[in-house]
């Protein structure tokens, strides 16, 4: 299948300050990239949808300038987490399906630990 | 009321056994399905994906589709200890590439 590379895998920051997510589709273009939230023994919460070379669609509740999102390129997707604070600590997940992809692949999730 | 409920478990069986997972949902919109693996801290794997209605196998894995009762399942023959993990269902309709998932099955096979 399809491989998606998300990085770093762990994080630790401190309360204040910003951490930048990668999430790269390595075999395949992605026009649209997800971003998902996943508490523990909770299940994945869609963030945002993704799109190259537009804004991202935020799902209702996400504030759109804490969790910046950029999708510069066919291969490139950012998640940057901004002033965070320990509510936001969370594994964060990207996932990509491709063009006219109906699977989608995700990548091997972030752990974030503000403290 | 969530929109795909699975039963979190934890399901424990026995080395060797046929494991049966399953989830319902209400979105009668929703046309593609999923099953993903996942390990402790690491990112979903594709396990199985079907489209619509019906009965799809792939080795030890089955998964089945029944759109008239909003009912999906996922069968695992010969379960191995290996397949200790959380299973996911997800789903979504045609206009909306995002999934919907369920909250997941704690699965052990113990050895």
């Known amino acids: 299948g399809a491989v998606v590379s998300q990085h770093p895998s762990r994080v630790i920051c401190k309360s204040g300050t910003s951490v930048k997510i990668e999430c790269r589709s390595l075999?395949?273009?992605?026009?649209?990239m997800f971003w998902y939230r996943q508490f523990p023994k909770q299940s994945l919460m869609l963030m945002a949808t993704?799109?190259?070379?537009?804004?991202?669609?935020?799902e209702q509740g996400v504030e759109k300038d804490k969790f910046l999102i950029n999708h510069a390129s066919l291969t490139l997707s950012t998640l940057t987490v901004t002033s965070a604070h320990p509510e936001d600590s969370s594994f964060y997940i990207c996932s990509a399906g491709g063009t006219g992809a109906t699977e989608a692949f995700f990548g091997q999730g972030t752990r974030l630990t503000v403290v | 009321q969530k929109e795909v409920e699975q039963d979190p478990g934890p399901l424990s069986v026995p080395e060797g056994a046929i494991v049966s997972l399953n989830c319902t949902y209400s979105?009668?919109?929703?046309?593609?399905f999923m099953w993903y693996r996942q390990y402790s801290r690491k990112g979903p794997e594709l396990l199985m994906y079907?489209?619509?209605?019906g009965n799809k196998e792939d080795g030890r894995f089955t998964a089945q589709v029944d759109k008239s009762s909003k009912y999906i399942s996922l069968f695992i023959r010969d379960s191995q200890p290996s397949d200790s993990a959380t299973y996911l269902c997800a789903m979504r309709n045609t206009g909306r590439r995002a999934l919907t998932f369920g909250s997941g099955t704690r699965l052990q096979v113990q050895p």
């Open positions: 993704s799109n190259e070379g537009s804004k991202a669609t935020y």
């Open positions: 075999d395949f273009q992605a026009t649209t």
């Open positions: 079907t489209y619509s209605s």
């Open positions: 979105n009668s919109a929703f046309q593609y």
